[in-house]
């Protein structure tokens, strides 16, 4: 019964979102992609308490770390 179990929630386990680098901003023909933005959230302050911030918390941290790297 168990192996039975694991058969049914392997099959319908939800699939890991690619991990494709992405185009997430472009400025006068320069893209900004996704792998920067997570060198900059890697390098912030907060990256030690990024996990225990609320999902909204995180989309504002890193929308304001985005608009930092457009702006410089």
Known sequence: MACLFWAIALNFAPIPASAA??????VGGEAIYSHELEKVMASS?????????????????RGDMLRRIVSA
Do not use: K, R
């Open 21 to 26: 680098d992405q185009v997430l901003a472009t």
């Open 45 to 61: 302050p907060f990256y030690t308490q990024f996990n225990t911030m609320s999902e909204d918390e995180q989309a504002s941290l």
